[in-house]
């Protein structure tokens, strides 16, 4: 009988005996037909094929699947449709114990021998994907301080490759000497592009020794953007082997502004230290100086200092923290003793003379952890006499009462990503009225050391000059206005803003036309001799056009006088508003007196901004790196805090 008669009258298989799936060889795959078809388990060599629907009995040749396809077709055309759907996902039986594979509905081509060959090959040094991963390379390098010698690293080598092994990394000389200058020249031109259109703008500038004990004077620069965004960068860290004198400093302050082609006349302000050598630079210059506020509440912190009962005190404290600081025994101990007071697992602050508030710091730690320190100190006959006694603690938790608030307010005013300077005003008035002011549950020693802080705040701030650039800057601040000028000065500050506000009208104007005549003299013209446009016609509407009254009559003195009245009647902004995006969105509607706002709310309060330039400088030039020029020095402090 053939294959077609045989399918056409099938043998119907025993009732009781079960139908196992197909046995595959080590590899193979098979149709999915076999989901539905077997062999019966007496069936060892497996050569008689039944259906699992019907146990009917299906020739099938040598695992030919044709009838078995035609058998599902005839007798059961679910399955059938089922299996169709199948076949292009899958070419395993999925019987309950055996796995499927997925098979591409894509045909896969083979890789071609250039393809293959060009995978392997590494980038040509021209080509755009090698310059990006050099550059970005560069970047990371110039961003992070990083020493140029880690390109040289056997991990980061390893890391490069694993991440485009067909990427040659340059070595240390290309960064050095093509990569860095390059990305260096392209961030100082871009630089360059944004002070070209700056109106007006604050500096800081401080002096540095670094760790070889070489001199740098650092300036940054601050300015509000077009967007209203307030910018900060560092334009330099110079070499500057001179005297540390003013009358050395004062020209070479003029030379850096000068080599990024920025004029005196723009600089609203400078923040400084305290310096006596700053100071003299500053008036030899005739710049306008603000004090910066951390140096002047540090010196208010150490005048404290300076009586006999807190000498005693603060000298105590530096010897139990130099006790922990070199004894591991000892701060093992006071740990542990820290877990059985139940108190933070604090360690110790060392004071450092450069660093604000750090003394303070120390002292409210110490107080913090009297307890575990007292415990511990005892415990060694060595350090007994360190003990702070009753009277110490008093001394100490007094001056931590007075002087703790103050911390805040320093590293608040010490930002330079927003408006610091109109604080001033507003954090001296706080500072009278409320923490600083003596209470009637203060010790005796708190109320001297709030008297003599504050004190000493008042006479530093009380001169003219500093007194009218912190009334302008808090008046162009939506939030304050005239709220902390003294009511005697308000209208003379209004003047002052009047005044400022029509030179700055006027300041264009004449620039524009001293321009234009220069450029036609140098063309061998007068201003004259300038082409006259051409006369155009008159519509017929423009006979009804009536004339609209320029400014309804008011002279230019009355309209400033008005915008500005305008905008002191204006609803104060809320205390947490960001002035900046309060002008951003009301600069349409007084002009002239946001003009004003961009010029004085660039200042910093504080000299940080410099203080932070020598703290980058102190990562660069590291034990490892000590032998790095001045100018490298420069340019690497440059890409670190500008990129």
Not at 549 to 561: A, F
């Amino acid at each position: 009988m053939s294959d077609t008669e045989e399918s056409a009258v099938p043998m119907t298989s025993s009732k009781d005996e079960d139908i196992v799936d197909k046995k595959l060889k080590k590899g193979h795959s098979t149709s999915v037909v076999w989901r539905y078809f077997g062999y019966l388990q007496s069936d060892k060599k497996q050569s008689s094929v039944h259906c699992k629907l019907c146990r009917r009995h299906v020739p099938a040749k040598s695992g030919n699947t044709t009838n078995l396809f035609h058998h599902l077709k005839q007798y059961h055309p679910l399955e059938h449709a089922e299996s169709k759907k199948l076949q292009p996902q899958t070419s395993a039986v999925s019987g309950p114990s055996t796995r499927t594979r997925p098979v591409p509905s894509v045909t896969t081509q083979q890789q071609t021998i250039v393809s293959a060959f060009s995978s392997t090959v590494p980038y040509d040094k021209k080509t755009k994907r090698h310059k990006d991963i050099t550059n970005a390379i560069a970047y990371c390098i110039g961003k992070d301080m990083l020493p140029i010698s880690t390109v040289e690293n056997e991990g980061f080598k390893k890391l490069i490759g694993v991440l485009d092994p067909r990427y040659e990394l340059p070595g240390r000389k290309h960064f050095s000497l093509t990569a860095l200058p390059q990305l260096y020249a392209e961030c100082r031109e871009m630089v360059e592009r944004q002070l070209q259109t700056v109106s007006f703008f604050a500096t800081t500038s401080d002096m540095w020794s670094s760790r070889t004990s070489e001199p740098y004077m650092s300036l940054t620069i601050h300015f509000i953007d077009k967007d209203w965004n307030l910018q900060s960068k560092a334009l330099q860290t110079a070499y500057f082997p001179e005297d540390h004198k003013g009358e050395v400093i004062a020209p070479g302050m003029i030379e850096a502004l000068t080599s990024w082609g920025l004029s005196e006349d723009r600089q609203v302000c400078i923040t400084t230290d305290s310096g006596s050598n700053m100071v003299k630079a500053t008036s030899l210059n005739k710049w306008t100086r603000l004090q910066c506020f951390g140096h002047r509440l540090h010196s208010a912190i150490e005048r404290v200092g300076k009586d006999k009962r807190v000498e005693r005190a603060v000298g105590l404290c530096k010897k139990v923290v130099a006790a922990f600081s070199f004894s591991w025994k000892k701060k093992r101990d006071l740990a542990t003793a820290q877990e059985e007071l139940n108190l933070p697992p604090h360690k110790l602050v060392t004071e450092s003379p450069t660093r604000w508030g750090s003394r303070q710091k120390m002292v409210a730690r110490v107080v913090e952890q009297h307890k575990a320190i007292s415990q511990v100190l005892t415990a060694d006959k060595k350090t007994r006499h360190l003990v702070p006694t009753w009277q110490d603690m008093d001394v100490l938790e007094s001056m931590n009462e007075a002087l703790k608030p103050l911390l805040e307010f320093t590293d608040s005013l010490s930002g330079e990503s927003y408006v610091s300077v109109s604080y001033l005003k507003p954090v001296l008035h706080l500072f009278r009225t409320e923490v600083l002011k003596p209470s009637d549950d203060d010790t005796q020693l708190t109320k001297d050391i709030k008297t003599m802080v504050m004190e000493y705040l008042n006479e530093k701030y009380d001169d003219q000059r500093t007194d009218d650039l912190l009334d302008m800057a808090s008046l162009v601040d939506p939030r304050f206005k005239t709220q902390y000028i003294k009511p005697d000065k308000i209208e003379a500050i209004k003047m002052r803003v009047v005044s400022e506000i029509l030179e700055g009208d006027q300041g264009p104007s004449t620039s524009q036309a001293s321009y234009t005549t220069e450029v036609v003299e140098a063309e061998g013209g007068s201003a004259a001799a300038l082409p006259a446009k051409k006369k155009q016609r008159k519509s017929l509407g423009s006979f009804f056009k009536k004339p609209c009254p320029s400014n309804t009559g008011l002279t230019d003195m009355q309209s400033v006088r008005g915008e500005l009245e305008n905008y002191l009647m204006a609803p104060d902004a809320d205390s947490e508003t960001e002035p900046l995006d309060w002008w951003k969105m009301h600069e349409r509607h007084f002009p002239r007196v946001s003009q004003l706002a961009k010029r004085y709310l660039c200042i910093p309060a504080t000299s940080s901004p410099s203080e932070r330039i020598f703290s980058t400088g102190g990562n660069i030039v590291t034990c490892h790196r000590a032998a790095l020029k001045p100018e490298t020095v420069d340019r690497l402090v440059f890409l670190a805090r500008n990129l």
